[in-house]
């Protein structure tokens, strides 16, 4: 059983059967009993067309179980619409599907969790795994989302960058469970390139692929983070960012600049360093400047403040750090590593210990009480 070509070819049979009248949520169930009929018939007969039978038993599966919802008998003269065994139509609908997960009506969650199933095939089981929830809460989520985008058609405009967002927050959710998001975030995130040309998408995939090129380097062997300074830059995947920066380089030259394009630019910046004192900071400074202009986000201007810091010296980043609201998340650990850079261990050591408190994960908590630690035992008794 190919259950590769079942995964590649589920968003094309479920976006058929939309198109064809079904609402998406009896489409996605119908689809998928058309899924587990193929896994258990194809082994002994696997059809010619994967595709046209896809499309054909899930549409009769969809038939039946609308015959048997006597509120819904109004849909049964779809019958004579029937497709006939054969080759199906070569449209991709992976486009409109994107566009129906990442619908404005539902919550970022929601929509990570509609994409993964709808979009990129993905178990319930496998989805909470990944998001550390039981698996009847995630199933709850996906089936609300589902009623909640069920009248909704594809003639409504769509939105490439909630679709974007969408998928950049699946690949920050990194891996956990049995499920690695950061790579499916990169595999849907080719997808939508391929049906879909838009230099913000490209921009997207660049920077994934050199953010997820340095993963080998970002933790030590005892499971704790290396920040970028310290990495080995030895295994970082150079064949990844060649790919990454060769697609942002085509996306720049087509002069529509967006917020993914300027973020792989500091990302690529940050690659193309043979050594982090090597890295062309005030070059980065002018990227993040761009990128202020693009989003005015203060997390962007928070990262400034640190390139700034490296670019023309810490009382400079901290000078432009106090400009920004104290409360933005990190922003007392980045308070703390600009201040041991002007010498002031003193406060660096007490920043880094309250930075720890503030710490969103684990892994963050403790190489912040590490910073701190370590700070102490340089400073003068």
């Avoid at 058609?153 to 909630?162: L, S, Y």
């Avoid at 950061?182 to 994934?208: C, F, K, N, S, Y």
């Amino acid at each position: 059983m190919n259950e590769a070509l079942l995964r590649s070819l589920t968003p094309n049979v479920l976006g058929i059967l939309v198109r064809r009248g079904a609402d998406f949520a009896a489409a996605e169930d119908a689809v998928q009993d058309a899924l587990i009929e193929a896994v258990r018939v194809w082994p002994a007969d696997p059809p010619r067309d994967a595709k046209g039978w896809l499309v054909t038993v899930a549409w009769r599966k969809f038939l039946d179980a609308t015959r048997a919802d006597t509120a819904r008998r109004r849909r049964e003269d779809l019958v004579e619409e029937e497709p006939a065994p054969g080759p199906a139509p070569a449209a991709d609908d992976t486009l409109q599907l994107y566009f129906l997960c990442a619908h404005p009506s539902l919550t970022p969650s929601s929509a990570v969790a509609l994409t993964l199933r709808a979009v990129g095939g993905l178990t319930t089981r496998q989805i909470a795994q990944a998001y550390l929830v039981p698996e009847a809460t995630m199933a709850q989520r996906i089936s609300r989302a589902k009623r909640t985008v069920s009248d909704v058609r594809f003639d409504q405009p769509g939105d490439v960058a909630t679709v974007l967002r969408v998928l950049y927050l699946v690949f920050n959710e990194g891996y956990s469970g049995d499920v690695d998001l950061a790579a499916e975030a990169i595999r849907l995130t080719r997808q939508l390139a391929a049906v879909i040309d838009h230099p913000e998408v490209a921009g997207l995939l660049a920077l994934m692929l050199l953010h997820h090129a340095r993963r080998a380097a970002r933790t030590a062997p005892d499971g704790s983070l290396v920040p970028l300074a310290d990495q080995d830059r030895s295994r970082w995947d150079t064949t990844m960012i060649a790919e990454g920066v060769e697609i942002l380089q085509a996306a720049l030259a087509r002069d529509r600049l967006g917020e993914f394009q300027a973020q792989a630019a500091i990302a690529a910046l940050h690659a193309d360093a043979p050594t982090a004192e090597e890295t062309d900071w005030v070059q980065i400074v002018e990227w993040y400047d761009e990128l202020a202009g693009l989003t005015d986000n203060p997390v962007v201007r928070l990262n400034r403040a640190v390139a700034v810091g490296e670019a023309d010296g810490p009382r400079a980043g901290l000078a432009a750090l106090a400009a920004l609201d104290d409360s933005l998340p990190r922003h007392t650990a980045v308070a703390a590593y600009l201040h041991e850079r002007d010498g002031d261990l003193t406060t660096a050591a007490r920043l880094y210990a309250e930075a720890a408190q503030k710490a969103p994960n684990l892994a963050e908590r403790n190489h912040l009480t590490r910073q701190a630690a370590r700070i102490n035992t340089r400073r003068p008794r």
